[in-house]
Protein backbone atom coordinates (compact mmCIF):
# COMPACT_ATOMS: atom_id res chain seq x y z
CA UNK A 1 0.00 0.00 0.00
CA UNK A 2 1.10 3.48 -0.88
CA UNK A 3 -0.37 6.65 0.88
CA UNK A 4 0.01 10.15 -0.20
CA UNK A 5 -1.56 12.90 1.86
CA UNK A 6 -1.47 16.54 0.88
CA UNK A 7 -1.73 19.04 2.87
CA UNK A 8 -1.62 23.29 3.04
CA UNK A 9 -4.14 24.00 0.78
CA UNK A 10 -6.95 26.87 1.91
CA UNK A 11 -8.07 30.33 1.41
CA UNK A 12 -6.28 33.28 0.16
CA UNK A 13 -6.82 36.69 -1.30
CA UNK A 14 -5.62 37.08 -4.61
CA UNK A 15 -1.59 38.24 -4.09
CA UNK A 16 -1.32 36.28 -1.68
CA UNK A 17 0.70 32.49 -0.73
CA UNK A 18 0.38 29.02 0.05
CA UNK A 19 2.68 26.17 0.12
CA UNK A 20 1.31 22.35 -0.33
CA UNK A 21 3.02 19.58 0.95
CA UNK A 22 2.67 16.11 0.16
CA UNK A 23 4.25 12.92 1.89
CA UNK A 24 4.63 9.53 0.45
CA UNK A 25 4.48 6.52 2.92
CA UNK A 26 4.20 2.85 2.69
CA UNK A 27 6.13 -0.04 1.15
CA UNK A 28 8.32 1.36 -1.10
CA UNK A 29 11.78 0.92 -2.73
CA UNK A 30 12.06 4.05 -4.36
CA UNK A 31 10.09 7.11 -4.91
CA UNK A 32 11.07 8.84 -8.69
CA UNK A 33 9.75 11.86 -10.06
CA UNK A 34 7.50 13.88 -8.48
CA UNK A 35 4.62 15.98 -9.44
CA UNK A 36 1.77 18.36 -9.19
CA UNK A 37 -1.65 18.55 -10.72
CA UNK A 38 -4.40 20.35 -10.43
CA UNK A 39 -8.24 19.99 -11.56
CA UNK A 40 -10.94 23.61 -11.60
CA UNK A 41 -14.53 22.80 -11.83
CA UNK A 42 -15.69 21.47 -15.70
CA UNK A 43 -11.93 21.21 -16.90
CA UNK A 44 -9.43 18.40 -17.44
CA UNK A 45 -6.91 17.55 -14.81
CA UNK A 46 -3.51 19.55 -15.69
CA UNK A 47 0.38 19.17 -15.01
CA UNK A 48 1.64 22.09 -12.11
CA UNK A 49 5.36 21.32 -11.96
CA UNK A 50 7.06 18.06 -11.73
CA UNK A 51 10.17 17.23 -10.40
CA UNK A 52 13.40 14.36 -10.37
CA UNK A 53 15.14 12.67 -8.46
CA UNK A 54 17.88 14.85 -8.89
CA UNK A 55 16.14 18.56 -8.68
CA UNK A 56 15.24 19.00 -12.44
CA UNK A 57 12.13 21.16 -12.48
CA UNK A 58 9.80 21.51 -14.60
CA UNK A 59 6.47 24.03 -14.97
CA UNK A 60 3.11 25.00 -16.51
CA UNK A 61 3.40 27.72 -18.36
CA UNK A 62 0.21 29.83 -16.34
CA UNK A 63 2.82 29.24 -12.94
CA UNK A 64 6.16 29.86 -14.29
CA UNK A 65 7.76 33.02 -11.72
CA UNK A 66 4.81 32.11 -9.54
CA UNK A 67 5.03 28.52 -8.18
CA UNK A 68 8.43 26.75 -6.88
CA UNK A 69 7.91 22.58 -6.75
CA UNK A 70 10.91 21.37 -4.00
CA UNK A 71 11.22 17.98 -2.60
CA UNK A 72 12.77 16.21 -0.04
CA UNK A 73 14.11 12.91 -0.50
CA UNK A 74 14.56 11.59 3.19
CA UNK A 75 11.24 12.55 3.96
CA UNK A 76 10.20 11.58 0.65
CA UNK A 77 8.20 14.76 0.70
CA UNK A 78 7.27 17.00 -2.52
CA UNK A 79 6.37 20.70 -2.00
CA UNK A 80 4.77 23.45 -4.00
CA UNK A 81 5.11 27.71 -3.01
CA UNK A 82 2.55 29.44 -4.34
CA UNK A 83 3.26 33.05 -4.35
CA UNK A 84 1.09 35.93 -6.38
CA UNK A 85 -1.57 34.01 -6.31
CA UNK A 86 -4.64 34.22 -8.41
CA UNK A 87 -8.56 33.84 -8.88
CA UNK A 88 -8.01 31.20 -11.87
CA UNK A 89 -5.39 29.00 -9.54
CA UNK A 90 -8.82 27.87 -8.11
CA UNK A 91 -8.68 23.94 -8.22
CA UNK A 92 -8.07 20.80 -6.05
CA UNK A 93 -4.14 20.02 -6.14
CA UNK A 94 -3.20 16.30 -6.20
CA UNK A 95 0.23 15.25 -5.60
CA UNK A 96 1.37 12.11 -8.09
CA UNK A 97 4.41 10.16 -6.96
CA UNK A 98 6.46 7.59 -9.47
CA UNK A 99 7.14 4.56 -7.10
CA UNK A 100 8.93 1.26 -7.12
CA UNK A 101 6.35 -0.35 -4.77
CA UNK A 102 8.16 -3.22 -2.06
CA UNK A 103 6.59 -6.01 -4.08
CA UNK A 104 7.90 -9.34 -4.98
CA UNK A 105 8.64 -8.92 -7.32
CA UNK A 106 9.00 -4.99 -7.47
CA UNK A 107 6.92 -3.00 -9.57
CA UNK A 108 6.66 0.57 -10.66
CA UNK A 109 3.47 2.56 -9.83
CA UNK A 110 1.97 6.09 -10.40
CA UNK A 111 -0.22 6.87 -6.89
CA UNK A 112 -2.41 9.41 -6.66
CA UNK A 113 -2.89 11.81 -3.31
CA UNK A 114 -6.48 12.65 -2.68
CA UNK A 115 -6.44 16.09 -3.12
CA UNK A 116 -6.47 19.47 -1.28
CA UNK A 117 -8.52 22.45 -2.28
CA UNK A 118 -7.24 25.75 -2.91
CA UNK A 119 -9.30 28.83 -3.69
CA UNK A 120 -8.40 32.38 -4.31
CA UNK A 121 -10.95 34.98 -3.92
CA UNK A 122 -10.71 38.19 -5.83
Known amino acids: QVQLVESGGGLVKAGGSLTLSCEVS????????MAWYRQAPGKQRELVADITTGGSTNYADSVKGRFTISRDNVKNTVYLQMNNLKPEDTAVYYCNAQVIVASLPPRRDSSWGKGTQVTVSS
Open 26 to 33: GSIFRVND
